[in-house]
């Protein structure tokens, strides 16, 4: 069975620029989960999905993030525009439901010179 | 404070050592504890799920929580080079919709052959 994936796997850009990351979750999993693992810490939730819903983006800094999950599979996050502190690893992760264990996928690392 | 703390490390140890990772808390509603195993550039893995208090052994690891003292610890026994990595706790309490996982820091763990 495949795992999440997660493209690009590296990117580095420079600051003001837009910058966008997709994941494709395992097969029938409808939870969806985009997490932010800066240097030395563990992932903290940006925005969890139920199918396409976003059901908890209270984490999500809303002027310059924003994420969609069109037809309840892929999801793309967006940044525009990309800061300096944006540097770090963006961390797909889905499961079966909310209550299921979860998923990693091997993350995006974002470089905002 | 933060509600998870986990000593960072670095952690080194010799091949064959038992190794003893532990992390505390400041939510009591926390009843769900896991340990995630992340690898250099790779997404964090489960590795043990414990419910409430008690222990919980597969194989090498012991995962063990103690809500009294609000302290969870995993033990790995006759520790190998394969498992040199990042350990994470992660928690999260039972309410209804409490899907959300607080994670630690993380310990970064090298065993030595």
């Known amino acids: 069975e495949a795992g999440v994936v997660q493209s690009p796997r590296y990117k580095i850009i420079e600051k003001k620029q837009p910058v966008a990351f997709w994941c494709n979750p395992i097969?029938?999993?409808?939870?969806l989960y985009w997490y932010l693992q800066n240097l030395g810490q563990g992932p903290e939730l940006l925005i969890r999905?139920?199918?396409?819903?976003?059901?908890?983006d209270s984490q999500l800094p809303k002027d310059r993030f924003s994420a969609e999950r069109l037809k309840g599979v892929d999801s793309t996050l967006k940044i525009q525009p990309a800061e300096l502190g944006d540097s770090a690893v963006y961390l797909c992760?889905?499961?079966?439901?909310?209550?299921?264990?979860?998923?990693f996928g091997p993350g995006t690392r974002l470089t905002v010179l | 404070q933060k509600e998870v703390e986990q000593d960072p490390g670095p952690l080194s140890v010799p091949e064959g050592a038992i190794v003893s990772l532990n992390c505390t808390y400041s939510?009591?509603?926390?009843?769900?504890f896991m340990w995630y195993r992340q690898y250099s550039r790779k997404g964090p893995e489960l590795l043990m799920y414990?419910?409430?208090?008690g222990n919980k052994e597969d194989g090498r690891f012991t995962a063990q929580v103690d809500k009294s003292s609000k302290y969870i610890s995993l033990f790995i026994r006759d520790s190998q080079p394969s498992d040199s990595a990042t350990y994470l706790c992660?928690?999260?309490?039972?309410?209804?919709?409490?899907?959300?996982?607080?994670f630690g820091k993380g310990t970064k763990l090298s065993v030595i052959p």
């Open positions: 992760a889905s499961s079966p439901t909310a209550y299921n264990e979860q998923f």
């Open positions: 097969s029938g999993h409808n939870t």
């Open positions: 999905y139920e199918n396409e819903e976003a059901v908890d």
């Open positions: 939510n009591s509603a926390f009843q769900y």
């Open positions: 414990t419910y409430s208090s």
């Open positions: 992660a928690m999260r309490d039972s309410g209804a919709g409490s899907y959300q996982l607080t």
